[in-house]
């Protein structure tokens, strides 16, 4: 008897929608009822990923592609699919990073095209988040984004198979229905969802959703590479970090408070600057299962903890990802003053193990280039 295929999907959304806690939410409820579920998380920067860190403390099987968008690299993409499926993976998860957009020709039609068959392909499904919805509803409220990233927006709902308003925990029944029928009249062949990816509500709708559609996988024409994408693209920098931290004189301390001091210091500096970070997130593991993962989805939001260390340590080695609206060496420079001014305040060390930054349109980050020998 031959083995059933392989199901796999992607979910998009804005930077901090709620993508991996989504397919955090989702594979549990696979694991549970529908076979066993798989994470393959992705990433622009070559290494230390949050939401790598994150995700594998679940029990949900994980993998990783770092270093460029899955949109890029079918082959490695399909390797590491099949990988999973030896270790017994069902159904498997990724999402895209960077702009969001673009995992229906690239990675959809081109699974569709030149896989035919090999993996049951779930619908492509957006995640959005409702405050940044703000942004493209008829009163366009000013969320300190530039208005480039409506662009964004509004094409990572356009590719979409299915959209799914997230977070309705955190807004009333009548801003959920405005949301969702804005979201309806806009999109008016797209199936909506509400759920909750934090609290669990309407997620078992969407999964059964999920399990039982299949994606259409034929091209959409969402302006790919249009003057719009390329002007979102611009303002966009990646920032990724690891340091460890020692107190000085070996005495334990909260660390939780050094990662709060740490983000409050970030926002001060991107607000004094006019600019904002989508998504500010850190992870940090302590002894056995306790870590500490933290996000901020812009200079007007509170620090949320999806998880706080629970005891203190002397040292500790922290994980810093920043996607960011501003220049990366803007960027840069703010993470460099906040991590000097922690160090100071809590009296620690601190040694750097990876750093990198770079704006998504940004000349040099490969070979090639003006400079180059290898052009
Ligand atoms: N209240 C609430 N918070 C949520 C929900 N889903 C996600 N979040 C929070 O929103 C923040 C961002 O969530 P992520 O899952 O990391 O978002 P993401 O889309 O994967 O972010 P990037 O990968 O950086 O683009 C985290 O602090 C989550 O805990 C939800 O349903 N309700
Ligand atoms: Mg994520």
Known sequence: MSQAKAKYMV????????????MIAFGKIIDRHYGKAAILVNDLGADNIVDASFTATTDILTTQIAGDCICYQHENLVDKLNQLVDRGATVIMSDIPGCGIGALEHVYVQLAERRPGEFDLMPFTCIVDPERLRMLMPEAEQINLPAEMRFLLEAQMAEADIIVLNKVDLISAKEKEKRVEFIKATFPDTPV??????????????????MNH???AVHREIGYGSEAFIAAENLLSWYNR??????????????NEVVEDLFDQVRK??????NNVPHLKAFAAGEGDDFVKAS??????????????????????LVINARAVADSHVMADIVEDAL???ANK???RSRTFFVETFGMMEEGRGDGGRASRYE
């Open 242 to 255: 690891r340091v460890f931290f020692e107190e000085k004189n070996d005495k334990n301390i909260d660390f």
């Open 269 to 274: 500096g991107l607000t004094a600057g006019g």
């Open 296 to 317: 901020l989805i812009g200079i007007d939001y509170d620090v949320e903890y999806d998880q706080k260390l629970t005891q203190p340590y002397s040292a500790i080695s």
């Open 11 to 22: 979910t998009s959304g804005f930077l901090g929608s709620g993508k991996t806690t989504s």
């Open 346 to 348: 809590y009296n620690l």
């Open 193 to 210: 969802f509400m759920m909750s990816a934090l609290t669990g509500e309407g997620v078992d709708e969407v999964v059964d959703y999920l």
């Open 214 to 216: 299949k994606a259409a």
């Open 340 to 342: 000097d001014t922690i």
